[in-house]
């Protein structure tokens, strides 16, 4: 007689004993063998860059695989669980803001002792993360340079060496990119000022003739109580527009022409997916 094929040794073994039986045993075998997601710690994977500037512990991006008793397979990646979260720190003089954590760098903080503590003695292997280790390096500059912390700049400005070595450059060229930035700003944000000019033909609105011995009241000219008010005021009114631009009417031809009401918006051909106020609202909560 012919001998009865024999049972698969384990049922789990990604089909290598499934694909020569019956159909009962392929359908009693689990719809998608999936491998268990290895820690990438474990095996020495290397930091992926998406790390470096945020702290992820032990944590990074790490992948599980799914096969089939037929033999196909495919591989999925997990992202880390991740947070946004504002540090204060004292070694830096500053607050750490939207800073992006995972649960594993948390409790290491936790077990180290604080924020400073788990950057200050946590080897950098432990560390996997290059914005730690240049935070440890401004610390130690600032406990040479107490002078220099007392400014209570934004840590970065002395993130390089170059500018740890001349502090007094690093915090002009500081100063000076903050007020070349706001003035960027305010003409990019010219346009959608709320200031507005009336047309060339509402310059001169129509008046109506005061009474005979009625009290004629004096114009109230408050920029000129003094010239720096004066210099402002005449700035803020650069920044005017017309109304026509400034309230656009979609309704007349080429009205919507900036691509800030009607025309413009994402890409094309795609459906936006609409989000509720608190999707994911505990992944980037800054708290």
């Not at 790390?51 to 695989?65: C, E, K, R, V």
């Not at 720190?89 to 939207?98: D, G």
């Not at 402002?232 to 005017?240: G, S, V, W």
């Amino acid at each position: 007689p012919r001998p009865a094929a024999g049972m698969p040794k384990n049922l789990s073994l990604f089909g290598a004993y499934l694909q020569g039986v019956g159909k009962k045993l392929q359908l009693k075998f689990k719809t998608r063998q999936i491998t268990r997601p290895v820690p990438v710690k474990a095996y020495g994977r290397r930091p992926s860059a998406g790390s470096q500037m945020a702290l992820w512990g032990a944590d990074d991006y790490t992948y599980y695989t799914k096969k089939r008793w037929t033999g196909r397979w495919s591989r999925k990646k997990l992202d880390p669980v991740c947070y946004r979260k504002d540090f204060q720190s004292e070694l830096l003089n500053t607050t750490i803001y939207n800073l992006r954590v995972t649960p594993s760098a948390l409790y290491s903080m936790d077990d180290a002792g604080g924020f400073d503590d788990y950057i200050l003695r946590t080897p950098p292997e432990e560390l996997r993360s290059a914005t730690a280790e240049k935070m440890r390096e401004v610390m130690y500059f600032y406990m040479q340079r107490p002078d220099v912390k007392q400014w209570g700049l934004p840590w970065k400005v002395f993130l390089r060496a170059k500018d740890r070595k001349d502090p007094e450059y690093a915090r002009y060229a500081h100063e000076a990119k903050k007020a070349a930035s706001s003035r960027a700003l305010a003409q990019q944000h010219s346009r959608f000022s709320p200031y507005y000019l009336p047309t060339q033909a509402l310059m001169h609105p129509a008046r109506q003739e005061f009474g005979e011995g009625s009290i004629q009241p004096k114009l109230n000219l408050w920029w000129r109580q003094s010239p720096a008010l004066e210099a402002a005021f005449r700035r803020r009114l650069t920044e005017a527009k017309s109304f026509e631009r400034a309230h656009a009417d979609h309704r007349e031809p080429m009205g919507f022409r900036y691509g800030h009401t009607f025309g413009g918006g994402g890409a094309q051909a795609h459906s936006p997916r609409l989000r509720g106020r608190t999707y994911r609202f505990r992944h980037v909560r800054p708290y």
